[in-house]
């Protein structure tokens, strides 16, 4: 079992920046692929950024490239999600997922809300 647990979320205005922050604890941390979804109020959850379990590798949304960058620090189990430029129709509730040879494992989620 791999606890998941998100925070960094917040209240910000249209161009401001967050960091969300999702430590996982409970198995090698670096076997694991890394991933951010969110999901908006009366939407289905969407994919936003992933992370191989050594870094190198990183996908995005393409709504999201540019403005936001994924990244982790294996030596302190720790993924970061960088939102620059953010805009209303990012807000949602930011979940981190990570998964590797024992199964997906969520965290509960980090509420993001961007004010026009």
């Known amino acids: 079992q791999v606890h998941v647990a998100e925070s960094g979320g917040g209240l910000v205005q249209a161009g401001d920046s967050l960091r969300l922050t999702c430590g996982a604890h409970?198995?090698?941390?670096?076997?694991?692929?890394m991933a951010w979804y969110r999901q908006a109020s009366g939407k289905v959850r969407e994919f936003v950024a992933s992370i191989s379990g050594d870094g190198t590798g990183t996908h995005y949304e393409d709504s999201v490239k540019g403005r936001f960058t994924i990244s982790r620090d294996n030596a302190k189990n720790t993924v970061y999600l960088q939102m620059n430029n953010l805009k209303p129709e990012d807000t949602a509730i930011y979940s981190c997922?990570?998964?590797?040879?024992?199964?997906?494992?969520w965290g509960q989620g980090t509420q993001v809300i961007v004010s026009s």
């Open positions: 409970g198995h090698t941390f670096m076997l694991y692929d």
């Open positions: 997922n990570a998964v590797g040879g024992p199964g997906s494992f």
